[in-house]
């Protein structure tokens, strides 16, 4: 059973930076697909970023210039990293790995990252 578990959210001044990790057991391999997405409530949960084992990156316009995915297959982990941080960007951020693009994958639990104006 593959399972991701995020790290790195807090709360951050706008204007700050944070960089969120996506830990997974037992490994990436065979994950060619990893996304970051967020959910605030009473809303559903939403694509931010995403990246293929080719490095081939994909990012929401508004996040785009500010935020940056990576991963490092040898560290089984994926990173988020968030700059010129905006009150907007307060959410739950999850990572979902899959096999590939549109496949369900596997969602970790979560980690709140906080925004203040």
């Known amino acids: 059973q593959v399972q991701p578990e995020e790290f790195g959210g807090g709360l951050v001044e706008a204007g700050g930076s944070l960089k969120l990790s996506c830990v997974v057991s037992?490994?990436?391999?065979?994950?060619?697909?990893v996304g970051w997405y967020r959910q605030v409530p009473g809303k559903q949960r939403a694509w931010v970023a995403s990246i293929s084992t080719t490095v081939s990156t994909d990012y929401l316009g508004s996040v785009k210039g500010r935020f940056t995915i990576s991963r490092d297959d040898a560290k089984n982990t994926v990173y988020l990293e968030m700059n010129m941080l905006q009150p907007e960007d307060t959410a739950v951020y999850y990572c979902?790995?899959?096999?590939?693009?549109?496949?369900?994958?596997?969602w970790g639990q979560g980690t709140q990252v906080t925004v203040s104006s």
């Open positions: 037992p490994s990436l391999t065979g994950m060619n697909y």
């Open positions: 979902n790995i899959a096999p590939f693009r549109g496949a369900p994958g596997y």
